[in-house]
């Protein structure tokens, strides 16, 4: 089992930045991490994601260049640092655990075994 606690949501301006937190536990040795989102009325969508073993980062077109993902194993966390928020950006955005070895099949939900509950971005335009 692995737990994923989200934290840093908040209200921001467009323009502005906001530091994602996932605190992890559990079994999490080998497993990579990602980030998505869902905003009201839309289907959950992929943000970001990073491989276990090479630290490989996979990002959505629509954040490419704004959105970075980084991992602390030291501190069990996995962040998702985003500048140049657009009004667009704001949705409950989630964190998740995959047990896959490729970064580029982590753009798919159904790679992922454990989610975290969200937290909401709100950028205010």
């Known amino acids: 089992q692995v737990q994923l606690v989200e934290s840093g949501g908040g209200l921001v301006q467009a323009g502005g930045s906001r530091r994602l937190s996932c605190v992890v536990s559990?079994?999490?040795?080998?497993?990579?991490w990602g980030w998505f989102r869902q905003a009201p009325g839309k289907e959950r969508e992929f943000v970001a994601a990073?491989?276990?073993?090479?630290?490989?980062?996979r990002y959505a077109d629509s954040v490419k260049g704004r959105f970075t993902i980084s991992r602390d194993n030291a501190a069990n966390t996995v962040y998702l640092q985003m500048i140049s928020l657009k009004p667009e950006d704001t949705a409950v955005y989630y964190c998740?655990?995959?047990?896959?070895?490729?970064?580029?099949?982590?753009?798919?939900?159904?790679?992922?075994?454990?989610w975290g509950q969200g937290t909401q971005v709100t950028v205010s335009s």
């Open positions: 559990g079994r999490t040795f080998g497993m990579g």
């Open positions: 990073i491989a276990r073993s090479t630290g490989s980062t």
């Open positions: 998740a655990a995959s047990g896959s070895s490729t970064v580029a099949t982590m753009t798919y939900q159904a790679r992922y075994d454990y």
